[in-house]
């Protein structure tokens, strides 16, 4: 890996950010080249600051800072190509991608393909993309560059999966054979689309999901997500009628509301 002492312009992305002391801020970013890193940002909030606005979730900066310490101080920031906006409804999904690479990368530990991935799935959400594919898609990419790749065409025995019987998925074993109604149980041919990334129906998509989460859970050893807590809050919240503007905070709990502000990087 090559040396932090100084670096200049690097592609990245704020993962989460808050307040220390009156106007700094400490950045978590996610870089290309440098991996996952925390950033000091001296009077980033000040009125006068050319940081101000500019550190924002899901647009591609280029970040230049200088040191070698566990935070370095961030020396310039900067947008990298076009303003990217994510919907006000789509912010749980994309509070969700950051909470994973804080979780699941450690510092300092490159992962291109991961930036790349992460990039993608950015930009599709932005672009108005359906949210569940592309979110899948990406959660089976980043289990795979992690060294965490699912094995969905054979079980542990060295069958090949029938598309049209049952399964139940583990992280350590693949699919076991078993019936419609065993718990967790998912269909062949959801394993199949899976691996293909096609998910044409409503029960590729809930599978997906399924045996995704459950390997994602495996990484995490216990640790939970508090995106999770987030959205399950929200799915008990009325929403308002199509057309009109979302803002979740408006029907998060107390504890929603500084979860989200502090992904958000406004306090």
Request: proline letters at 4%; hydrophobic letters at 40%; a neutral charge.
């Amino acid at each position: 890996m090559k040396s932090t002492r100084r670096v200049w312009l690097a592609p990245a992305y704020v993962l989460h950010q808050y307040a220390y002391r009156d106007t700094s801020r400490i950045v978590e970013v996610f870089t290309a080249e440098y991996g996952r890193l925390t950033l000091f940002a001296r009077g980033a909030s000040g009125p006068k600051s050319a940081l101000k606005g500019v550190l924002r979730p899901f647009q591609r900066l280029l970040v230049s800072w200088s040191g070698t310490s566990e935070a370095c101080p961030l020396v310039s920031a900067e947008t990298d190509g076009q303003i990217t906006n994510l919907a006000p409804e789509r912010l749980m999904s994309g509070f969700y991608l950051n909470e994973l690479l804080l979780k699941l990368t450690e510092r300092r530990d490159p992962h291109p393909e991961i930036f790349f991935s992460y990039a993608s799935c950015v930009q599709a959400l932005c672009a108005g993309e359906v949210e569940e594919p592309t979110l899948r898609r990406f959660e089976k990419r980043l289990l795979n560059e992690l060294g965490y790749g699912l094995e969905l065409t054979q079980t542990g025995d060295g069958a090949a999966v029938e598309q049209n019987k049952y399964y139940r998925f583990a992280m350590q074993s693949g699919p076991q054979l078993c019936v419609a109604e065993t718990p967790g149980a998912v269909y062949g041919r959801s394993l199949t689309d899976l691996q293909a990334d096609i998910f044409e129906d409503a029960r590729s998509l809930r599978d997906a999901k399924r045996v995704l989460r459950a390997a994602i859970d495996v990484c995490l050893d216990g640790r939970t997500l508090k995106s999770r807590e987030v959205m399950l809050a929200l799915r008990h919240r009325e929403l308002p009628a199509e057309g009109v503007q979302f803002h979740p905070e408006s029907v998060l709990t107390a504890e929603g509301k500084e979860l989200l502000a502090n992904f958000l990087g406004e306090r």
